[in-house]
Every structure is written in C-alpha cells, then in structure tokens.
C-alpha cells in the first residue's frame, strides 16, 4: 500500500512542477503591469570624471547565465544562458517570467534601440524575435547550425546573425535574408552594426576582425588580432555617430619586469578603433581577461567586466578609469540601463548583482520644497518646471601663494541652502572639489537636462582676476581650486590662463548656448565686473520698472533699504506673463574692474543676496533686476562706495528671471 502511493504521488509531484514551471515562462497580468515601468530620468552626467554607486539588489539565476540586457525603453533585465529561458526581471530584481525558446540554450540575445523587440539565437540554429510589449513570439528563422552572435541594426530593420564561419542578414518585418557574408575561417562570435548601418564589423575565432559593406554585400578590409591563449575578442560596442568601435583584445606586453626568463605578461585592452581599424586610445587596467562591454546610451561612460573580479566604470569623455567595483567572484557580463543611472552585472556564473549608479556631485532639493506657483485668477500654473542650480565655494587653493579667503564657502553653503529652500535642485562644489573639470561638468549637465520652462542660475564665490593680453585684451576669470599661476605675478598671457582658469566670457556663452529661458549668473568674485565689458556680451538692456511690480524701497523707521516683492494678481499677471515668456540671460558681479570685499561672516555682496531672498521677508515675488538694484545699493552702502556691484541682461528679448520669496 504505501509503495502503491509512492508511486501515485510521484508523477503527479513531477506533473506539477512541470506545471508551476510551464506557468512561469509568461508573466502574469499583474507582472506584465510592472514590467511596464518606462525610464523617465534624465542621462546620467559625469561630473570632474566621478561616479559613485550602491548594490541595489543580488539574485540568484536558476541557470548558469551566459549574457544579461537592459531593456532600453523599460527597466527590464533580460538574462540567458545554459537554459532554453529568457528571463526577465524588473528593476528591484522581482522575477516577472519569460519565454521558452525552441533552442536548448541561448547564447546570442540583441535588444533593438526603441525596446520593442528582442532577438534570441543558440545552439540549434533558430532565431526567435520576440515582441516585449507582449512577451509574444513574432517570428522565428532557421538561421543555420548554431548562433554565436546577433545583432540589430539601429533602425530595428536588418538582424545581423551569425552561422558559424558565416554571417546571415535578414530583413526582420519580411522574414527573408538579404545576405550572406563569408571570408571568416572559423566561428564568428561578435556582431555589431556600424557607420549609421551602413557596415557590418565581426570578430571571429581565426583572430581575423573584419569590416564588411553591407549593400554591396562584401568584405572591406581585416586585420589580424593578437593570437594567444586568451586572444579571443569578447566583445564589440558599435559608436554609430561616430563609426568608432571599442573592442577587446588581449596581447603579449613587450618585455617582462617580472621576470626575463619568466611567463609571458598579458595586456588586457578595451581598444577604440575607427571604421577602418585605426587605433584611436585604448583602456588597459584589468589585470585579467576581459568578459564583456557596455555603453551606456548617452555615451557619457562604459563598464567592463573581468575575471579579475572587477567591474571598471571608464569616462568616455575623458578617456580614463572612473572607480572600480569589487565583485566576490569573476564578473562574466555587464549591462547598463537607458539613463545610466542602473548598472547589471553578472557575478560567477549565475548570480545577478544590480547596482545603483550616481553623480558623485547629484543636485539635492530640499525634502520641504515645493515647485513654485503663480497666484492668479482661475488657475495656477507653475512658475518654472525645474529651477536649477551650481553653487560653487573655494577658501583654501592648491596653489600655497594664493591668498586664502576665509567666508567664501560659507557664503556658497548658505546661498545653496537658501536656494534649495526655494526649490531649487543645487549642485555644490567646494574648495578641492571645485576644479575646473568638475564646474564644467557640472555646468553641462545642466545644460542638458534644462528645457525652455526651466531656469538655471550659477552663484561663485572665490577669488577672480582680470587679466590684459599682450594685445590689450582685457578678459575676466573665476579661479578654480587648482588654478595654476601666482596672483602676485600674474602671466599676461590670456592663453595661459584659459588652461587653469574659466573665462567669464565662456560663462556668458554657455548662459546663451543652454535651452533654460531664464539664467542667472552671480560672481561674488574679484575683477567680476568685466563680465559687462566681454566680448561676447551685449550692451546693458535697462528694465523698466512697473509700480504693478515689486520695487525697491526705503524704510524710514529702519533706515534702510528693502525690497518690496509683489503678489501676482489680475492686474500684473499678463507683465509676469510677459517676462516668463522672453529670455533672460541676467549676470550680477560683485564689483566692477576691481578688487572686492570678504567681509566678516560674509562678503557684503553676498550678505546683500541672502538678506533679500530671506525666506523670513514679506512674501511674494522679485525680478532678478530689483534684486540686482537692491544689492548694487546695498553694498555701496555698507563699503561706503568702494565697491559697486554691476548688473545686466545680456538678451534682447528683456524677459527676466524671478524669484519666489516666501
């Protein structure tokens, strides 16, 4: 009897795991809802060359993992492998289902640039587009023997596969192949469209990298890859704007430091190639081979995976190492998300790692802050969509003969706090954290996620020079941390100082150059005031004020100056309308062509800005111009006329930036 159970109960357990498994391939209705989670954040900047990043999220795969993909339109992960699944999984790593390929394992997975569609190949030959809207197969090709490689093209129209020695394209709507390319003399493993899909570039098990035409359906050139025991290319990413390639590739060094009789030294390179195989720069910090490449989609950096134990984040910009993430076993794959900001990573051989990838200087809102908005009859739409802001400080220089300022990272920290009370999203940069690089990435990234309803406004607190080239040009500049030149004994040479120092000029230029409609540009810097006199600005554009509007004041009781900001009401709306909707480039110095004060807790200047945007005045509303008045007399004021504080809109259209007080 209890045989007889055995026996009974046996294949009905069998029967349901086949059936809790057979479940799984498809994701439920509710998985399908949460796989529909659309990366809205804006690309990832890298800002002086800096990332930072936190293990989000580790799993486990059921099957020995081959490859892993970011969805480019959701955030979805895609794994395969030593399995007949794909895997998929949201953003938190939460298992939404798969699909069951024809194939017993998967060893070639692409992913078309708009998220729609996947392309899966292995070791029976089949190749499946799968539709990932639906989790749906679309089509399905015998393709050859076995597929080691697949890739789309960047429109999603051709799919380029691999058949050993052999290279299959085919046009995906119609099903039928367009193609076939061969000249390889062993298995073609790397695919990638390149030259806006115009070429194909393949990298195979003869070492042979070769370039083909794909409308002329022939080969362009080759060349030869380092032969070695661990010469096989890993991978290839395609730069289709530029036609550039990175690939890996493994070579003996030249020489030994080691030992001279001893085992050969391996250089392990991520080599950067134009269309014609032409070395470009390379990457060589991996101490063991290369497993796999990822761009992220704005280009801004890459990752590589090594059996090293590391993942290496690289500054494509900059051409060089980021920081590296230690991994506990090999790193076999890596994938990053549309945005930048996710990072995929395959450790051993089936756990999955995801990780969290950040500016290393992120803006940051106050948690209390909320987007301002207009008061007015019906209703209130918002003032600006985003208000961005770089608040830079520098005291203590690299450079021992400059000067040291004692309050000018307090005023950059209490004009950023004062600023992220008001909503606004503030990047900080302070003494050796300000260097050139990092204010101009910073200046960058700004200037990349700001759209016409924003506005962006610069504050820098530091020291500046003006300085005359040998031609009598008078240019003035902010000083960075490493600024390199002695203020004592300034080099004339106006070249010279665009080599460690930033030009206001190229801060005019950027404030034209960015898409905010409203930018705002405050130096409380030496020799600032040359702002007004730069060659690439405008005469001064006077705005006249409205009695409607918020104005200037003297207070008797106090004897004092005060800003009286203005509410927003049916009689001066349409004004407020008006300056919202023209360009306002508006640039505040401290002082002219001269030297100005530190002052005590804080430079007049500054003390002046603070002192009007107080959260704790009357509330309401002021145009950058009042307040560029307000501070102009307020200093003048309290340095008894020695220093005066300039102030224009450098456009036409005389719109004006406004600030919320209150």
């Not at 930018?519 to 005031?529: E, V």
């Amino acid at each position: 009897m209890i045989f007889f159970t055995k026996t009974l109960l046996l294949p009905l357990v069998i029967l349901g795991l086949i059936g809790c498994q057979n479940s799984s391939l498809k994701p439920s209705k509710k998985a399908l809802s949460s796989s529909k989670e659309i990366e809205k954040r804006s690309p990832l900047v890298v800002v002086g060359g800096e990332l930072k990043y936190d293990l989000k999220e580790s799993i486990q795969s059921r099957f020995r993992l081959y490859g892993i993909k970011m969805n480019p339109k959701y955030n979805t992960l895609v794994t395969y492998g030593d399995s007949s699944f794909i895997d998929i999984y949201n953003s938190n790593l939460e298992y939404l289902g798969g699909v069951e390929s024809k194939n017993d394992e998967i060893k070639a997975v692409d992913i078309t640039s708009d998220g729609r569609f996947l392309a899966s190949g292995g070791d029976d030959g089949y190749v499946e587009i799968w539709d990932l809207d639906s989790y749906q197969l679309v089509r399905r090709l015998k393709n050859g023997d076995e597929t080691l490689a697949i890739a789309f093209s960047s429109d999603g129209k051709k799919l380029a596969v691999s058949d050993n020695r052999v290279i299959n394209i085919w046009n995906v709507s119609a099903g039928e192949q367009i193609a076939q390319l061969q000249g390889h003399k062993d298995d073609v493993t790397q695919l990638s469209f390149i030259d806006n899909d115009r070429k194909i570039v393949s990298a195979s098990n003869d070492k042979k990298v070769k370039f083909w035409d794909v409308t002329k359906k022939q080969e362009l050139y080759s060349y030869l890859a380092p032969s070695n025991q661990y010469g096989d290319i890993k991978d290839i990413k395609s730069f289709d704007d530029y036609s550039v390639i990175a690939l890996t590739e493994v070579e003996r060094a030249t020489g030994n430091r080691r030992n001279r009789n001893g085992p050969p030294v391996w250089k392990y390179t991520i080599k950067f190639k134009d269309n014609k195989g032409n070395l470009l720069y390379e990457f060589n910090e991996h101490r063991e081979p290369i497993t796999n490449i990822a761009v992220a989609p704005s280009r801004n950096y890459m990752a590589s995976s090594s059996k090293d134990k590391t993942v290496r984040l690289w500054d494509l910009e900059k051409r060089k190492l980021i920081t590296n993430i230690v991994l506990k076993d090999r790193g076999e794959g890596v994938s990053i998300n549309k945005s930048g900001h996710l990072l995929a990573v395959i450790e051993g051989k089936k756990k999955i790692k995801l990780f969290n990838i950040a500016n290393a200087y992120a803006p940051q809102t106050s948690t209390n802050s909320t987007p301002s908005t207009m008061a007015s009859t019906g209703s209130s739409p918002s003032l600006y969509r985003k208000q961005h802001a770089i608040v830079v400080g520098v005291n203590n220089y690299k450079r021992s003969s400059i000067p040291r300022l004692n309050n000018a990272v307090e005023d950059a920290r209490s004009v950023a706090k004062t600023l992220r009370e008001k909503g606004f999203s503030v990047i900080e940069l302070y003494n050796e954290n300000a260097t050139k690089d990092r204010i101009l990435d910073a200046l960058k990234e700004v200037k990349q996620h700001a759209i016409s309803k924003d506005s962006t406004l610069f504050y820098f607190a530091g020291h500046g020079d003006g300085v005359s080239g040998h031609n009598g040009v008078r240019e003035g500049y902010i000083l960075p941390y490493e600024f390199n030149s002695d203020l004592n004994n300034p080099d004339p040479d106006v070249m010279y100082y665009d080599k460690s120092a930033i030009s206001i000029s190229s801060l005019i230029m950027y404030a034209r150059d960015t898409k905010a409609k409203h930018i705002g540009i405050i130096l409380d810097s030496c020799f600032s005031g040359l702002a007004m006199d730069s060659k690439y600005a405008k005469k001064s554009i006077s705005s006249s004020s409205s009695n409607t509007l918020d104005q200037v004041t003297y207070d008797s009781t106090m004897r004092s100056i005060r800003i009286k900001p203005s509410t927003i009401n049916s009689s001066n709306n349409s004004v407020y309308q008006e300056l919202l909707a023209k360009k306002s480039i508006n640039i505040l110095t401290a002082g002219d062509d001269q030297p100005v004060f530190d002052g005590t807790n804080h430079s007049p200047f500054t003390q002046g800005l603070l002192t009007a945007l107080d959260s704790n005045s009357q509330s309401g509303y002021i145009r950058f111009t009042t307040l560029a008045e307000y501070i102009k007399r307020y200093v003048k004021e309290k340095t008894q006329n020695k220093q005066t504080p300039q102030y224009k809109n450098d456009s036409v259209e005389q719109g004006d930036f406004i600030f919320k007080v209150k």
